[in-house]
C-alpha cells in the first residue's frame, strides 16, 4: 500500500493492481449500462448490495461511474515530497447514501465510496497547458460503512479485479489518519465542496476535525 | 467572454457571473434532492426538459451534480500562458444521453452537457501537495443539442443565475473551436477518458479530429 500519493482522501493506491486489469475493470460496467438503454433510457443504475466472499473479500460496485460524483484532486498528498507520477482522484458515493447525507449531514449504513485515479496528461490535441484526465483506471478503492461488521464501522478495500475487492486490515494507517482528521465520520468531506455546506450546517463535523480547522491559519 | 481558462472543453468561462450568484445556485439542487429522500431514496434525480423564454434564454439544470461525470481538468488552455487563477473543471452529462452514447458513440438529441469550474485550493487540513477543489460554483456553461432549433444542432449557454442560461451567439469563437478541433459532434470526448474509448469502437470520430490526431507527434 504506497502512501506517496491519493493519501487526503484516501491513504493508499491499489498497488497490487496492473494497469490491464484496471482497464478491464470499467468495460463491464459500459456494457451493462449500455444493456440499460434497451429497457429504459432514464432508469437509475442498478442498486448495489454489499456481497463478501469467506474470505471477507467485497464484489466492487461495476457501475461506480454511474453514482453521484463528489470531487477530484490532482496530486493530492498529505507529505510535502511531490509524487513521483502526476495522477488525478475522482471520488464517488453510491445515490442513497448521497440523498441521505443531504438530508442529515452524515453518511447512513451501507455507504460505499469509491476513489478512482487516474493518469494526469498535457500538451495534447488542443490542450497547451494545464492537466486532463486521460487512460483507464490506475487504481480503485473502496471506504465502506457497515456498521454491524467492522469493528469502527468502516473499511477500506483495494479493488483487486472485477470480482473481488481485498479488505486492508484495521491496523492499517488508513484507518488512524481518517480517524484523526475527516470532516465527517471518517470521510474527507472538507475536500468536497458540495457536501461541506451541509455538514457545516447539520453541525456533523468530528471533535478532531474542528480542533485542527480552528488551529488553521487564516487565510 | 473569457478565452483564457477551460479552453480545452468549452471555451469561456461565465464571466459575467458573480461568485455570489454562483454559490446560491448549487442551493435549490441540494434542497430539491433532499426533499427526494423521503420520497425514495433509490429515485433518479428529476428529468430534465429544454425550457426556452421568449428570448431565447434556457431554464439551467440545477439537478446537474446529479448527472453522469465525465471528467474533470486543471487549468486547461489552448493557449500555452498559463492562467491567472487556479481552476478545476468538471464535465457532467444528462443520464439518458449518457446511456444513448454508451450504446452509440455520439450523442442524441437533447444531449445537455454542463461545465462546472470551481476553485483549486491546496496546503489545507492534512494536504502539504497537490490541488484540491474548494469553495463554490465559480462558472457554469451549457452545450446543448437541439437540432431543430441550432444552426449546427448544438449551442452554447452561459448560466447567469437559477433560472436563466443566457445563449452564446452563434458566431462566438467557441462554436469553430468545437467544430474544428473536437473528437465526436463537436464535443471534447478526446479529454473522457471513459467516453474516448466507445467512441473508438463504434467509429464515431469526427474527421478534422482524426486528422489533427494523425499529425500529433507519437508519445
Chains 1, 2 share one sequence.
Not at 451493462?32 to 434497451?38: F, I, L, P, S, Y
Not at 481518517?178 to 457545516?200: E, S
Amino acid at each position: 500500500m504506497s502512501k506517496s500519493t491519493s493519501a487526503i482522501i484516501w491513504i493508499a493506491i491499489a498497488g497490487a493492481l496492473t494497469l490491464a486489469a484496471m482497464a478491464s475493470l470499467t468495460r463491464p460496467a459500459a456494457v451493462g449500462a449500455a444493456r440499460t438503454v434497451e429497457q429504459n433510457a432514464s432508469s437509475s443504475p442498478a442498486p448495489y448490495t454489499l456481497t463478501y466472499s469467506k474470505d471477507g473479500d467485497l464484489i466492487p460496485p461495476l457501475q461506480y461511474r454511474e453514482w453521484i460524483y463528489l470531487t477530484t484532486g490532482l496530486d493530492m498528498s498529505y507529505t510535502a515530497k511531490p509524487s513521483d507520477m502526476s495522477m488525478f482522484d475522482n471520488v464517488f458515493v453510491n445515490p442513497e447514501a448521497y440523498r441521505s447525507f443531504l438530508a442529515t449531514g452524515t453518511w447512513p449504513d451501507k455507504t460505499v465510496m469509491v476513489l478512482e485515479t487516474r493518469g494526469a496528461s498535457s500538451k495534447s490535441s488542443i490542450n497547451k497547458a494545464g492537466h486532463f484526465q486521460s487512460g483507464g483506471v490506475m487504481g480503485l478503492e473502496l471506504h465502506v460503512k457497515d456498521e454491524s461488521r467492522f469493528p469502527g464501522k468502516w473499511a477500506f478495500f483495494d479493488v483487486a479485479s472485477e470480482t473481488k475487492a481485498t479488505l486492508i486490515p484495521q491496523k492499517a494507517s488508513c484507518y488512524t489518519c481518517h480517524m484523526d482528521h475527516a470532516a465527517v465520520d471518517t470521510t474527507f468531506v472538507q475536500f468536497y465542496p458540495t457536501l461541506l455546506p451541509i455538514a457545516k450546517q447539520k453541525g456533523t463535523f468530528g471533535s478532531s476535525y474542528l480542533k485542527e480547522a480552528a488551529a488553521e491559519p487564516a487565510k
